[in-house]
């Protein structure tokens, strides 16, 4: 069986028509949203659909070379990448939610040259779909040998599709696994960096992206040091993570840090208006140890107990000397006074 490689080669999405792009040059089609009453000039789809209902709507392929081309259509869910745009499961990997719902009337599409070809497609969403959102693509998709390699090229040209699942909705997002390290040197009176990271993690049922701040500071919030502007975590689909890095400069050799990361929720409706949640806040500990200053004190304290405990020593021996001389002193007395007296004298 010949290997296949995957060239997403375009797409069109709310704000980003280039989600789904790559750099295959050579692809000869583009695809739109059809003119009907949703719209007669979308960059994506989007619907709200309760469960046990559908919707129809269809895609529009455009052949712009001089050759037929044989297009196979299906949907395919959607994820965050780690560049924080949505991406499309590779054909063939399984769907939960809108590949599964979304289905062309012809998985198999022919378009002459210069053709212009549409395909209905229906979403039906099941009686039990959990309410909440759902992101993926319709999907076109040519499979054509590199005569280079060897290797059959899978390009496929996307449209965007946001789906909301009607039901009880409950946006969350959490703040989770929070770290932070230090990475100051010998020199205990400069600053140094500070780097702090944290997990997003969206935990309800809507998709939401949030506006973040970082705080570093010392004991009891002493010397706060605030991050400079963190660009607001991506979207995230119901039950994704997002991992954020921040850097904070110049943090003190404080001993002790405080690190406390706060997301400010963003949700948007079906109208498109984003509303904030009530911020979220989590936070951790951490050294920032001046080495260089304990060390010196560590010495310090060492040279300090080997100077009293050497003083000590001589205090004692001082008198134990002076308590042998106070003894060799009566003795001598005493052997005085009893040879005057006669005692202790021969017959």
Do not use: C
């Amino acid at each position: 069986m010949a290997a296949v490689a995957v060239i997403a080669a375009a797409g069109a999405l709310v704000a980003a028509p280039a989600a789904f792009a790559d750099e295959a040059d050579d692809v000869s089609w583009t695809v739109r949203t059809a003119s009907n009453d949703f719209g007669a000039s979308r960059t994506s789809y989007g619907y709200t659909i309760e469960p046990g209902t559908s919707v129809s709507d269809g895609i529009v392929i455009t052949n712009r070379g001089t050759q037929s081309i044989d297009l196979d259509l299906y949907a395919i869910d959607g994820y965050t990448s780690d560049d924080g745009q949505l991406a499309l499961l590779v054909g063939g990997e399984e769907s939960q939610g809108v590949g599964l719902w979304a289905v062309p009337a012809n998985g198999h599409v022919t378009v002459d040259a210069g053709q212009v070809a549409t395909v209905p497609f229906t979403v039906t969403i099941p009686e039990n779909a959990t309410p909440g959102d759902y992101a993926g693509g319709i999907v076109t998709s040519l499979t054509v040998p590199d005569q280079a390699t060897g290797v059959n090229v899978d390009r496929r040209l996307a449209v965007r599709l946001d789906l909301r699942v009607g039901g009880e909705l409950a946006p969350a997002l959490s703040v989770d696994d929070v770290r932070v390290a230090w990475s100051g040197g010998w020199n205990p009176f400069s600053g140094a960096d500070a780097t702090m990271t944290y997990t997003v993690h969206n935990t309800g049922n809507v998709a939401a992206s949030a506006d973040q701040a970082a705080q570093i500071a010392g004991v009891f919030g002493w010397f706060p040091h605030d991050a400079e502007a963190i660009e607001p975590a991506p979207k995230l689909l119901p039950g994704e993570e997002w991992t954020q890095t921040v850097t904070i400069r110049d943090v003190p050799a404080m001993v002790l840090l405080t690190a406390s990361a706060t997301l400010t929720p963003l949700i948007t409706d079906a109208a498109g208006s984003t509303s904030p949640l009530d911020p979220i806040s989590a936070s951790t500990i951490g050294w920032a140890v001046p080495w260089t200053l304990l060390i010196l004190l560590a010495l310090l304290a060492v040279a300090a107990v080997l100077f009293f405990r050497g003083r000590s020593t001589r205090r004692e021996s001082r008198k134990q000397a002076e308590a042998e001389r106070v003894d060799r002193a009566v003795a001598e007395a005493l052997k005085q006074e009893r040879t005057k007296t006669g005692v202790g004298a021969s017959d």
